[in-house]
């Protein structure tokens, strides 16, 4: 797709359309007691006193590590807990529309009373709509799944499917068990299916006794989360591939956020060697893995940054990422890419507007603004 | 040939006392001045990682391990390593020299006290 750049100008990234496909509101547990049904609005007024740690408040977000607090660091507020305030420094970023993630319910999964994991994302979907939403049409939201209460979570996701801000389900998959190929999920995907909506798996780094989060036999955070993203991106990838899923609900649109994009074509020809042995096992697979593998989206962020600028255009190409791949910065995370970055890359610039822009708005269904449509 | 280089005036010494850093502006650039243990210190205002505002990070010490410290972690350089706000990448102020990626050192600017204000080399 062409998109104009300024008269006569050469184009820029005030002139690019830019995407955001993953960013990250804060959702304070005062806030969603007012949208929490009873009797959970208590505990999380409750847990609104207590000081958590970063990302690990008491029973909304557990997180089983605790790293030495060493002087110094990063010194930004990682936190943005409303909307005029992203929107202000989402345009410092040059980005022009954003989908929104939460921070503490990417650990949702973890949440060990499946009563409480419902409430929680109930709460926070309604939040969502109604304080960010509903406020700032350039913020698009994504419905959290509950994976504890699968048939629960499709109701909600039906009753907010309908508002205009809403443009995903995002499914959590910190310390999941099942993983998302298993059965139980089947509500979530015939919602997905008669909603329209896609759906986009995103992790965070946790130690949990659940595969692939075992990682307390590292001991640095390096190690942790180096592969908790993409073992997790990996994991369910594999899971909805054995046992059919994205076969059985083709309509639905597949997105794998906040790992990278390296894990991609490893994966791809990883199974594709093993579905030429074992392709008995796995017969509702028609074609190579790889095959549905180019069919699904990958956020970009955090993007590989090879010794060698050019090596991550050759990292795209392997997976057919120039159509496939959405900008996603992760603000105001700690290891968030700012759109610039990616616009310096030597990719081609049609590659270029597609991975800053065009494959977000086909993957999340939003409308390119005029302005940067090309005039016929 | 000598190098003709323009000095800036950027402020008062006095503005700037022992383990405190600024931000300032001289010509076109922006730089941090650092003042460690009475020695200041210039870098560009620029990481050269994703072009955040490195001197808007802090500063602190940071850790070290291998053959100089007897492979034991160590806690050193304090008040002399700048780390970036947007992705925590770590400098050496007095020498520019990046922590991270040995073939990375930063400029760094002759910085002197001239009649109580701070002179910058550019």
Redesign the interface.
């Known amino acids: 797709m062409a998109i104009a750049a300024e008269k006569g100008g050469r184009e820029t990234l005030a002139t690019t359309f830019v995407l955001d496909g993953d960013v990250h509101l804060n959702e304070p547990p005062g806030e969603l007691a007012e949208y929490a049904e009873a009797p959970w609005d208590v505990g999380l007024r409750e847990i609104a006193k207590a000081s958590g740690l970063y990302l690990a408040l008491p029973g909304m977000a557990p997180r089983a590590e605790y790293r030495v607090p060493w002087p110094g660091g990063q010194n930004r507020s990682q936190v943005v807990t409303n909307a005029a305030d992203m929107r202000r420094e989402l345009d410092e970023l040059h980005v022009d529309v954003a989908v929104l993630y939460p921070d503490n319910l990417l650990m949702l999964p973890m949440v060990r009373d499946p009563r409480f994991a419902l409430a929680l994302a109930r709460a926070y979907n309604a939040w969502l709509c109604e304080r960010w939403l509903s406020a700032e049409p350039t913020l698009r939201g994504a419905l959290v799944a509950c994976p504890q209460r699968p048939e629960e979570s499709a109701e909600d996701i039906r009753r907010h499917a309908g508002h205009p801000g809403v443009c995903c389900i995002y499914l959590p998959a910190c310390g999941l068990k099942p993983l998302y190929g298993h059965r139980q999920y089947e509500p979530i995907w015939k919602a997905a299916t008669e909603t329209g909506l896609p759906v986009a798996i995103h992790s965070v780094e946790a130690v949990f006794p659940a595969f692939p989060f075992q990682l307390e036999c590292f001991e640095t955070s390096l190690a942790q989360h180096a592969l908790a993203h993409p073992l997790s991106m990996i994991a369910n990838l594999v899971s909805l591939l054995e046992t059919g899923v994205p076969m059985r609900w083709p309509e639905i649109r597949w997105g794998f956020m906040e790992a990278g994009v390296g894990w991609v074509p490893w994966i791809a020809n990883r199974l594709d060697k093993e579905y030429l042995e074992r392709r008995r096992e796995v017969p509702h697979l028609k074609e190579r893995p790889s095959h549905y593998i180019r069919q699904f989206f990958y956020g970009t962020q955090p993007i590989e940054e090879p010794l060698a600028r050019g090596d991550i255009v050759k990292v795209f190409e392997l997976f057919d990422g120039e159509r496939t791949a959405v900008f996603a910065s992760d603000w105001p995370h700690h290891d968030f890419d700012h759109p610039q970055h990616v616009f310096g890359l030597p990719f081609s610039p049609d590659a270029r507007r597609a991975i800053l822009g065009g494959n977000g708005a086909r993957f999340y269904g939003i409308e390119i603004p005029a302005k940067y449509r090309a005039a016929a | 040939m000598a190098e003709v280089r323009q000095r800036h005036r950027v402020g008062l010494a006095a503005d700037l006392p022992p383990g405190r850093h600024t931000i300032v502006r001289a010509g076109n650039r922006e730089l941090g001045i650092f003042n460690i243990a009475g020695t200041l210190h210039a870098l560009p205002n620029l990481c050269p990682h ?3 505002p490195l001197c ?8 070290v391990d291998g053959d100089t410290t007897g492979w034991k972690l160590t ?1 050193s350089h304090e008040g002399e ?1 700048i ?6 990448l770590e400098f050496h102020v007095p020498t520019g020299q990046c922590m991270a990626w040995p073939e990375i050192r930063l400029r760094t600017y002759d910085v002197s006290v001239v009649d109580g204000e701070i002179e910058v080399a550019l």
């Open positions: 994703q072009r955040g808007a990070g802090s500063t602190s010490g940071t850790l806690w390593i780390t970036c706000p947007w992705h925590g």
